[in-house]
């Protein structure tokens, strides 16, 4: 009987287990602006490499303390994103994760924006999307890419979809650093990398963005899908609630989730099986 079944497992379910199963590539890119060689993953679909189609595409964005290897070595995403298209509850797609961190953040840059020696929103747009979407046969226009991310990542996702409302057809932000205070008043001396860190965040609030917006950037933003999701308990939640609350009085319309949670890869790894699906139906 033991045999039976084994036999069973290997015939049917071990199929049914592979079955349109995508693949990791881990690749790096030379930046000329940061002067570094920056590493990422991508997430190739079954059959990309027979297939010779264009794909829509997802920027998928570590957090703080964080590398380009978390979401898959912790998030699982690979297995997340398999799933999902397997269902029919995600398109096939090519999911991108930068790197824009090493876990040393005082003495090492870590962060998506501009800072002095760390331009990386200016790499991020004029080197990596080109390079990465024409590599990967990414489709390449606002229709077909989606970008999102947690902590750190979360607050980068949402302030490029501000910033860049014409590249990007939804946003999905997850437990987001979305603004941060600092003491201008310290010394000097100890201003280390975070502490830059912290400062870029505090220039690009994705707070601010909203209460600044004029019209003209506000009818843009109209034309992005926003989703903001968050834990009860995550320390970040009041940061989503209050862009929600000026986002709705701007009539800029999006949509949050306070689900139970803390800021952990428990909350975000589920986050991830609603961003792919939330995505898909926002592609066009």
Excluded at 116 to 136: A, R, T
């Amino acid at each position: 009987m033991k045999k039976i079944l084994s036999l069973a497992f290997i015939l049917f379910v071990l199929p049914a287990l592979s079955a349109k199963a995508g693949k990791i590539v881990t690749d790096s890119l030379r930046s000329q602006i940061l002067g570094a060689e920056v590493k990422y993953n991508v997430y190739l679909p079954d059959g990309f490499d027979k297939s010779g189609k264009q794909y829509p595409v997802v920027y998928l964005l570590h957090g703080l303390y964080g590398t380009y290897q978390d979401w898959e070595k912790t998030g699982r995403m690979h297995d997340v994103a398999d799933e999902l298209i397997r269902s029919g509850e995600a398109k096939e797609m090519v999911i991108i994760m930068p790197n824009a961190g090493h876990p040393d953040i005082h003495n090492e840059w870590n962060g998506y924006f501009n800072m002095p020696g760390w331009n990386y929103e200016d790499f991020f747009f004029k080197e990596f999307i080109p390079s990465v979407e024409k590599k990967y046969r990414c489709v390449g226009d606002k229709g077909h890419r989606a970008i999102m991310g947690l902590s750190m990542g979360g607050g980068g996702s949402t302030v490029y979809a501000q910033r860049h409302p014409d590249m990007f057809s939804s946003c999905y932000a997850m437990s987001a650093w979305l603004d941060q205070q600092i003491r201008e008043e310290q010394d000097d001396s100890k201003k280390d990398k975070f502490y830059y860190t912290c400062k870029a965040v505090r220039e690009h609030s994705a707070l601010d963005f909203i209460d600044n917006a004029d019209d003209a950037t506000l009818e843009a933003l109209r034309g992005v899908k926003w989703f903001f999701d968050c834990g009860d308990d995550d320390y970040l939640v009041t940061l989503s609630f209050n862009l929600h609350m000026k986002m709705m009085a701007k009539r800029v319309k999006d949509e949050l989730r306070v689900r139970d949670g803390v800021h952990n890869w428990e909350y975000w790894h589920t986050a991830l099986r609603l961003s792919l699906p939330f995505a898909s139906r926002n592609f066009d």
